[in-house]
């Protein structure tokens, strides 16, 4: 086990990493950006270990994908046990239990106590893609709504559904049709307070699926229960309820993709149970099986059902090692008390985003999440406007001082904090200190 503090050797990124990352260069597609050029040779816990043996502290869980560390023993178990028995047999040609175990839990920790069925993918992007179809086979329906700042995937549907242009779709289109965008409740970014910010996005929805749309023709309304990639915008509080009694008046489905906010980051299993929302479907993948790439669509029985036998599948979906994987993830999240860590984590690092923002002469605009999903976002002193120099040199000074944080959002100003949640306070605090230094920097 690595000693769980962070420790520099050399800058970051090192001397071999730079070397790793120059033969990259002759061989990779450009096309895959790169947050921190460094190496990594193991990771343990929330430390990442680098090829030159620097110790970072990984404040992004490649994502949101490692909530229960880089190397969880139960999942690098269940791993080993069942690639030493099957790798693959594909789940159309020969069955396997673990698929069943998987879904089995998916029915049982996803929101509602109704009737439920599991289809299970690789990536979140083939989750929301088959959420898609399987709303439309059931509703006879074409037409799919999404929010603004909304991020759902890379594939054409997904990338389609996704809001921003750069780098997601420039130069990737024609989109795909039938799908239409609504206003998202942002209140950092609305002029009025957060009913009226709820109110007026939920009723220019309705006034875009009633009137432009058609919502006889509306298959499902799409929609994260806490923004991602679109900025960790939390809806202003009663929005999403809002809109889903909206759908059920017109037999919309109401899809929620948790795919970064669920398996406990937000501090409850699934971030919907924040406002006590029920989606007909739901899709997850990233934290599902603690870094294996495993996606599952889980909902409603009647109308997961409504897919006839041979419409849904591929290759290797839900492959035997992820679905291994995954137990293994479940089984650590629920045995190691994780959801109420996450909520623990928002006690101990809200505070000290607060007061970052007192000392950051009006470059924090805006402290906010839920959780183990938390986020600043960055602007011109005095005004609303996005700094996302003030994002990237805030992220480069983290990265020099060997803490790996992410930016994101849709100007691109957000600093985003997604620690694994097994990590410890001692770290946490670590790494807090290191951003509250290069915030102090920024003045
Ligand atoms: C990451 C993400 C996706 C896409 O998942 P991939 O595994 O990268 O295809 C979709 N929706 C949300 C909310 C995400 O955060």
Do not use: W
Request: hydrophobic residues 45%.
């Amino acid at each position: 086990m690595t000693d769980q503090a962070r420790l520099l050797k050399t800058a970051v990124p090192g001397p071999r990493s730079v070397a790793l990352h120059e033969a990259r260069a002759q061989q990779v597609a450009r096309g895959f950006g790169v947050t921190l050029p460094v190496f990594v040779d193991h990771a343990d816990g929330a430390l990442l270990v680098d090829v030159d043996g620097n110790q970072l502290i990984d404040m992004g869980s490649g994502i949101a994908v490692t909530s229960v560390g880089a190397a969880a023993p139960a999942v690098v178990e269940r791993i080993a046990e069942q690639a030493t028995k099957f790798t693959h047999t594909c789940f159309m040609v020969t069955e396997y239990e673990g698929f069943t175990e998987v879904a089995a839990a998916l029915n049982r920790l996803t929101p509602g106590d109704h009737e439920k069925r599991t289809a299970l993918f690789s990536t979140g992007a083939e989750a929301v893609e088959n959420a898609v179809k399987i709303a439309r086979a059931a509703t006879g329906r074409p037409a799919i709504v999404v929010l603004d700042h909304a991020y759902h995937g890379r594939t054409l549907m997904t990338m389609t559904m996704t809001a921003k242009n750069v780098p997601y779709k420039e130069g990737f289109g024609p989109y795909a049709p039938e799908v239409y965008r609504a206003p998202m409740a942002y209140p950092f970014r609305y002029d009025g307070d957060e009913k009226a910010c709820a109110a007026d996005a939920l009723a220019r929805l309705k006034d875009i699926v009633l009137t432009q749309i058609g919502a006889h023709n509306v298959a499902a309304i799409v929609a994260e229960p806490i923004q991602g990639e679109g900025g960790f915008i939390v809806p202003a509080e009663g929005f999403l309820p809002g809109v889903v009694e909206f759908a059920r008046e017109h037999d919309i489905l109401f899809v929620a993709d948790e795919i970064q906010t669920g398996f406990a980051r937000t501090g409850a299993m699934f971030a919907c149970e924040h406002e006590g929302i029920v989606p007909d479907l739901i899709t997850t993948a990233k934290a599902l099986a603690g870094g294996m790439p495993l996606s599952a669509v889980t909902g409603r029985a009647e109308i997961m059902d409504a897919v006839a036998p041979g419409g849904l599948g591929g290759t290797y979906a839900g492959n035997p090692v992820a679905c291994a994987a995954a137990l293994g993830a479940i089984e650590t999240i629920e045995s190691e008390g994780l959801v109420a860590r996450a909520a623990q984590i928002e006690q101990r690092v809200m505070p000290r985003l607060e007061e970052m923002r007192a000392a950051s002469g009006g470059r924090i605009g805006d402290v906010r999440g839920r959780g183990a999903m938390l986020a600043i976002e960055l602007v011109e002193p005095g005004t609303k406007d996005p700094a996302p120099r003030f994002a990237q040199a805030l992220a480069a000074h983290c990265h020099a001082e060997g803490v790996v944080v992410l930016v994101c959002g849709t100007y691109g100003n957000v600093i985003r904090l997604l620690p694994p949640l097994v990590i410890g306070d001692a770290l946490l605090d670590d790494a807090l200190d290191v951003l509250a230094t290069g915030v102090r920097g920024l003045a």
